[in-house]
């Protein structure tokens, strides 16, 4: 039995979940699904090679929030620049805000370098765990970005008042710096102080950018059906309300 007024609530889930459902379907299938160019993941490429011709770190962090889904995409990066890093013999200093983050990152690194053939290129001590306070851990990159020299400087995950800080840290020290969050109080400071921003959803097609994951691929094509039906929505029910009808609302209502 549908509960009264959530039967437009539970039409609206079916019909995403279907959406999404068959795009996953039809993509795993051998349907062709093209993403955009997303200028920030092809930076990550200079980024480790500029690294490379240094002979200086890269620094990555996923930020300071837990294992929520910002910081989940930020490690589907991580996961990409650690092979690039095995590739091209860089030092990668990876830092952490939190305790069960710390456990995932290590893994993902530790991870990265078996796939890459250079498991004993994985250092634990460059897996760090700074602190779970907020400002402890802005210093304690900060200190990491000045006494190492970064060549490179990747923060791509969940940010927020530190993101400035650490910004205009690596951008003294002239790293090269490529930044994401879904933060959108924090995506200003990120744009004048780095070299490339990648904007609130671009950050879940990390998956899908870099390793072509048919599954990710075709929900990436079912999530943009469903904000291209929800812009309709919208354009139609301006129409209709500028025309004297409430019959969109009503249907909502129910």
């Not at 889904?69 to 650690?82: D, M, R, S, W």
């Not at 990876?94 to 053939?117: D, I």
């Not at 400071?189 to 390793?211: N, P, Q």
């Not at 039906?229 to 500028?242: D, H, K, P, T």
Request: glycine share 10%; hydrophobic share 50%.
């Amino acid at each position: 039995m549908l509960v009264a007024k959530r039967v437009f609530d539970f039409w609206a889930l079916f019909v995403c979940c279907g959406l999404i459902g068959i795009s996953i379907y039809n993509a795993i299938k051998g349907m062709k699904i093209q993403i955009r160019p997303i200028a920030g993941f092809e930076a990550i490429d200079e980024a480790v090679g500029r690294a490379a011709e240094m002979g200086k770190p890269v620094h990555f962090t996923p930020g300071f929030g837990g294992l929520v889904a910002p910081t989940f995409a930020g490690l589907e990066v991580l996961g990409y620049v650690t092979g690039l890093a095995a590739k091209y013999d860089v030092r990668l200093i990876v830092t952490v805000s939190q305790p069960e983050t710390y456990a995932v990152t290590e893994q993902v690194v530790r991870q990265a370098y078996l796939t890459a053939g250079k498991p004993e290129a994985f250092k634990p001590e460059d897996c760090r765990f700074i602190s779970s306070d907020q400002w402890a851990y802005a210093s304690g990159v900060i200190g990491i970005l000045l006494r190492d020299r970064v060549a490179s400087n990747i923060m791509i995950g969940q940010f927020a008042a530190e993101s400035l800080i650490l910004a205009e840290a690596g951008n003294t020290i002239g790293a090269i710096q490529i930044a994401g969050t879904t933060n959108a109080y924090q995506i200003p400071f990120f744009v004048v102080a780095c070299d490339y921003v990648i904007l609130g959803d671009e950050m879940f097609a990390a998956g899908a950018h870099f390793a072509k994951n048919q599954v990710h691929l075709g929900s990436l094509r079912g999530e943009d059906l469903i904000k291209a039906l929800c812009l309709l929505l919208v354009i139609m029910g301006a129409l209709l309300v500028s025309g004297g009808s409430d019959t969109l609302l009503k249907i909502m209502a129910l």
